[in-house]
């Protein structure tokens, strides 16, 4: 579960760098890791002795038209427990929510799990383009299973100006070192 110490940071963090007002965001940051904890021990079926938190938060300021990159996201960690789906949680807090197609029988044909950036933003967009989108709400969360053949095709969107997003992985403390050391990054013991 994420401690009180994770989202005051996290929300710091996000109040530093936009003029988001501190104790709205911590409460929205709270109720959105508390929601999704609770789906994710739902989906694992126990509650690992030691669960530990990937949390990403992107801030961008750009404008124009983007390239959209569709892909499914792929392994995160190799898993201790791989009985269940694993999924990665989404909201954006300001800005245009992630693109996600429909699957149908094109998407499924095009996208392809070894393919490069390069092939996502070249043969993918132009194949892909007027493909019926699902529709995400202001402030919805999205559960984006990953490592699935059939996990959510998505892209970023068309940047509009400034976007916060944010996005969480839970996993077990063994899990999320993992992924940490894939990333180079540094475990956090709070
Ligand atoms: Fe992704």
């Known amino acids: 579960m994420p401690s009180a110490a994770h989202i005051h940071s996290a929300a710091l963090f996000i109040a530093q760098n936009t003029d988001a007002q501190l104790y709205p965001l911590e409460r929205t940051l709270r109720e959105f890791l508390n929601l999704t904890f609770a ?92 493909q019926p989108m699902v529709g995400v709400g202001k402030g919805e969360i999205v559960r984006f299973t990953w490592g699935r053949r059939d996990s959510p095709v998505h892209s970023e969107p068309d940047m509009d100006g400034d976007r916060v997003f944010v996005s969480v992985l839970f996993g077990s403390e063994a899990e999320v070192r993992i992924m940490i050391r894939w990333r180079d990054e540094v475990f956090v013991e709070m």
Do not use: C
């Not at 300021?61 to 792929?74: A, C, F, I, L, N």
């Not at 392994?75 to 954006?92: A, C, E, N």
């Not at 929510?97 to 390069?118: G, M, S, Y």
């Open 39 to 130: 789906d994710w021990i739902i989906a694992r079926g126990e509650t690992p002795a030691k669960s530990a938190v990937w949390l990403s938060i992107r801030t961008t300021h750009t404008q124009g038209t983007t390239v959209p990159r569709w892909h499914r996201d792929g392994r995160m960690f190799p898993s201790d427990h791989d009985r269940h789906i694993h999924s990665k949680y989404s909201v954006t807090l300001l800005g245009s929510p992630t693109r996600i197609l429909v699957e149908n029988e094109l998407v499924t044909a095009v996208v392809q799990p070894k393919d490069n950036f390069e092939v996502m933003r070249g043969k993918y967009a132009i194949r892909l383009e007027g």
